[in-house]
């Protein structure tokens, strides 16, 4: 452990006082936060002091070391199954799901971070909803057992699948703790809770809230900050919006914009802006809250995931268009699109409070067995997403993964059970690697 404490010097004696290992990830956030550093360095350094704070955190930050281990054979997570190649989510922890509202108004739970989606291998994204949970849910019980009910429910959905049954859709009446997260997203969806928020009514008309709607943290990160854009931010987001609105033969009145800053950990530097749009009627009331939020194919998950394709021209339609296939209903989002300007890609997505994300601290609180039903739930509804949506064969996933599986359904929770857990204690050595780190120096030396 004094070791760990002494990182911080190391950055003055050279890679050799360095162990592979964790010159490895240094190298790895490095290529993974390149573009982002080179463009607001001052975000990078705050998306890695968030990454800092536990190893929750550090594990939502670094899916792309994650992958770059699987692409290069790392024995850490290595599977003696067949890996059929489908579209998977990339980074399927229990934070990236949360809370839509469908064009007919029915609430559901599903996906809603996809910018590591692409083709990519079936179990390594299973396993890494598995790890998602271990660390999410650290302390609670037996992290062997959980893993297990994860696959069960993985398996048993691909086998559903296979014999004709259809997605899962997460609504009401599926588990106490969804009921909870859908209750509340309703009546703040309906309260028009973050427009109010974004742009509260004065004197008859909307107005920004500028400045910090959340306390900044005591490690200096900004939680939930709004900003004020300057005029060719203002040119960029118009034009986006008016792409976007064109591809749903609409029009849309821009009437204010900002920038949010303070979500996420992996695109904790990425540009989202929030956007007020002029409703179907003058009336301050119907007005819509977008988001506009920046998306980009990191090399770093290409050796594992592709993430480039014909039928994708960019970013942000790969995003899109991978949200729609792996959710249950193709209206879960029915502002959902994208647009790209001046050399940006946006996923463009509704912001109202209908959607909201889960937190994983709901999800540690939940007792034992709440907790694994839970976790064969998420498998159940990754197994939808990988078996119901079409490989890039154009054949549903399930038809690949299933004979992969057939006969050894026990064989693959046995395995995960082993490989889940030893890349969840790699994260959190990890995490106690850089723990007290100066990692912006060593991610970012020019920075300083």
Not at 108 to 126: F, K, S
Not at 327 to 353: H, M, N, P, T, Y
Not at 377 to 400: E, K, N, V
Request: glycine share 10%; proline share 4%; net charge negative.
């Amino acid at each position: 452990m004094h070791r760990l404490l002494l990182l911080g010097l190391l950055a003055a004696c050279g890679d050799d006082a360095r162990s592979a290992r964790e010159q490895r990830v240094i190298d790895t956030l490095a290529e993974d936060n390149h573009v982002w550093g080179q463009r607001d360095p001052e975000l990078v350094m705050l998306k890695l002091a968030k990454m800092q704070r536990n190893d929750y955190e550090w594990m939502r930050g670094t899916a792309g070391l994650y992958w770059r281990d699987v692409a290069d054979g790392d024995p850490r997570v290595a599977t003696a199954f067949p890996q059929p190649r489908v579209l998977i989510i990339g980074d399927p922890h229990p934070e990236n799901l949360g809370t839509f509202r469908a064009a007919d108004g029915t609430m559901l739970v599903d996906w809603n971070d996809l910018d590591a989606a692409g083709y990519g291998p079936a179990i390594a994204d299973l396993r890494r909803l598995a790890v998602g949970m271990v660390i999410g849910t650290d302390g609670n019980g037996d992290d062997q057992e959980l893993v297990s009910r994860i696959v069960h429910g993985y398996t048993a959905q691909i086998a559903m699948h296979a014999n004709g049954g259809t997605a899962l859709q997460l609504g009401t009446g599926v588990h106490p703790l969804i009921d909870s997260e859908l209750a509340d997203a309703r009546v703040e969806g309906d309260r028009r809770l973050a427009l109010d928020e974004l742009a509260p009514v004065m004197a008859g008309a909307r107005v920004l809230a500028v400045g910090d709607l959340e306390d900044v943290g005591k490690d200096g990160v900004y939680e939930d900050t709004v900003r004020a854009v300057d005029a060719a931010e203002a040119a960029r987001i118009d034009a986006a919006v008016a792409q976007w609105a064109a591809r749903r033969g609409e029009a849309a009145i821009v009437k204010l914009r900002a920038r949010r800053i303070g979500a996420g950990v992996a695109s904790y530097a990425a540009l989202r802006y929030n956007v007020v749009l002029e409703g179907p009627t003058p009336a301050l009331a119907d007005d819509v809250l977008i988001e506009l939020k920046e998306g980009r194919d990191g090399s770093f998950l290409d050796g594992a995931i592709t993430l480039r394709d014909p039928t994708w021209v960019s970013p942000a339609e790969r995003v899109a268009d991978a949200q729609r296939r792996v959710q249950a209903r193709g209206d879960a989002d029915v502002r959902l699109g994208f647009a790209d300007v001046s050399g940006l890609s946006f996923k463009i997505r509704d912001r109202e409070a209908y959607q909201r994300g889960l937190a994983h601290s709901a999800i540690d609180d939940l007792d034992r067995q709440d907790l694994l039903a839970f976790g064969e739930i998420l498998g159940r509804r990754l197994a939808s997403a990988h078996g119901a949506s079409l490989t890039g064969q154009g054949l549903p996933g399930w038809m690949a993964i299933a004979p992969a599986l057939a006969g050894r359904e026990l064989e693959l929770a046995d395995e995960l059970s082993v490989t889940a857990l030893a890349e969840a204690a790699q994260i959190r050595a990890d995490h106690d690697a850089f723990e007290d780190a100066d990692l912006a120096a060593l991610v970012l030396p020019r920075a300083h």
